[in-house]
């Protein structure tokens, strides 16, 4: 778009002159400078036209700019306005394009007051309600964000519960098998500690015997051997019952420790997730405003094609 100290008049510059542009005639399309816009204001083809001021021209929306008064096809002053189309037409144009179309208007009974009319108002409307929609809809995915955010770190922190949940139950369970593990063996353990000292001392007494024994043959009387044999036979009686004992009561048997895992690693493998994740959607946003009824009549068209 031109700025204010670029723009020439329009007129000036057929004639090779340079002067500063101060209004725009939208029906010529021209810039004109002071003295010219004063010619155009005094013409009898032009003093009714509308004209703006630079700074107001430049105001204009890009689209607005591009709408021109003339069929770009042939150059020529648009005319009529063919409603089937709902586009403007010059005098060439209906024949090179609507001349089969029927209920061409003059434009003017087509553009004229369009800015006070009921479709101006309701596409102000429609705007206005169109913005509200998008910034509510706007707001709602803002806050399905954040509230998805929040379900995550909620989700994750279950989770994480779970996990430790599941390791201190695991971790009493551990210590309960490893605590009866240590109590099993610590009975087994003093049950043969206890067998054993037993057996330590018979052992003790029978050689303390054997000694005996071999004293009794050496220098003993054979009366004294006699009645002596007798003593060791006891002794040896003795200690073979408590052997035989001992094996009536499996005391002879070797204790082993067994522990029986349950197979919670084949479980846990087999496990092929901890939960189930997904989507659910809910109505959140009840109602946005709709676009209004209004449709333009005749007198209220829309933009020139």
């Known amino acids: ?14 004639d090779d002159e340079t002067s500063t542009a101060v209004t725009w005639c939208a029906e010529c ?9 004063k010619h155009h204001g005094r013409s009898k083809m032009s003093k009714h036209h509308q004209v703006m ?29 063919c409603p089937f189309h709902a586009s403007a037409c010059c005098m060439k144009c ?41 910034k509510t809809i706007k707001i ?5 964000l954040s509230a998805l955010e929040k379900q995550k770190l909620e989700a994750i922190s279950r989770v994480h519960t779970m996990r430790q949940s599941i390791n201190d139950h695991l971790d009493k369970l551990e210590e309960s098998l490893l ?17 054993k000292s037993e057996i330590d001392s018979k052992t003790n007494q029978v050689e ?49 420790l067994k522990v029986d895992c349950f197979d919670l690693e084949s479980t846990v493998r087999g496990t092929t997730a901890l939960g189930k994740c997904q989507f659910t959607c809910h109505l959140k946003i009840y109602s946005l405003k709709q676009k209004g009824k209004v449709k333009p009549s005749l007198n209220e068209t829309r933009s020139l094609a």
């Open 140 to 144: 709602f995915f803002s806050e399905n």
């Open 53 to 81: 001021s630079i700074h107001d021209y430049q105001n204009l929306p890009e689209f607005i700019l591009n709408i021109k008064n003339n069929c770009e096809d042939h150059d020529l002053k648009y005319e009529l306005f």
């Open 179 to 195: 605590n009866d593990i240590k109590s099993k063996c610590t009975t087994l353990q003093e049950t043969i500690e206890n067998l």
């Open 94 to 134: 209906i024949k090179d394009k609507h001349d089969n179309c029927k209920g061409l208007v003059p434009l003017g009974d087509v553009v004229g007051n369009i800015k006070s009319s009921a479709f101006v108002s309701q596409v102000e409307t429609d705007l206005v309600n169109l913005l509200e929609n998008l």
């Open 208 to 256: 303390e015997k054997q000694g005996d024994f071999c004293k009794m043959v050496e220098f003993s009387t054979d009366l004294q051997t006699y009645f002596g044999l007798h003593e060791v036979e006891k002794i040896i009686k003795q200690g073979e019952k408590h052997i035989q004992n001992l094996k009536s009561a499996d005391n002879l048997r070797e204790k082993k």
């Open 1 to 14: 778009m031109a700025t204010s100290t670029s723009v020439t008049c329009s007129l000036c510059q057929e």
């Open 29 to 37: 399309e021209v810039f004109l400078c002071s003295e010219c816009q």
